[in-house]
């Protein structure tokens, strides 16, 4: 480890079907399952970039239902009518004060979507 107290290692995010928001995410991103085994199983769900530049993300099972903005989101480039096709949500359009599409993924959690021209 470096002299920091700490270094980024994964992303992770809670989703009551964390199957489908595993397969979801993958579709939008072009990620796989790390490990594609019994899509039954409980646990939490590895996902990744197969060309291995991305970071890794962890779709969690959890019981509950999103209540609230999150605190931490991530940003993707992208294209938000393709992923509203895929089944994403606007939450907000860019304009004048944002330059960014505020989305959310089928079980509300946000993302913002920047054209690959802002990458």
């Known amino acids: 480890m470096s002299d920091s107290p700490a270094r980024f290692l994964d992303l992770c995010l809670d989703a009551r079907d964390h ?3 595993a397969d979801w995410w993958c579709a939008a991103m072009g990620y796989v399952r790390r490990d594609p ?3 039954d199983v409980a646990g939490p769900v590895l996902i990744v970039d197969p ?3 991305g970071p890794r993300i962890w779709v ?4 509950e239902a999103k209540t609230v903005k999150n605190r931490v989101h991530h940003d ?3 294209d938000t009518a393709a992923l509203l096709a ?4 606007l939450v907000r359009r860019r304009d004048d004060e944002v330059h960014w599409d505020v989305l959310a993924d089928p079980e509300a959690n946000e993302f913002c979507c920047f054209t690959p021209e802002q990458e």
């Open 19 to 21: 199957q489908a928001v």
């Open 51 to 53: 060309s291995g530049t």
């Open 60 to 63: 969690n099972p959890v019981t």
């Open 76 to 78: 993707v480039v992208g």
């Open 86 to 89: 895929l089944g994403a949500t």
């Open 37 to 39: 085994g019994d899509p």
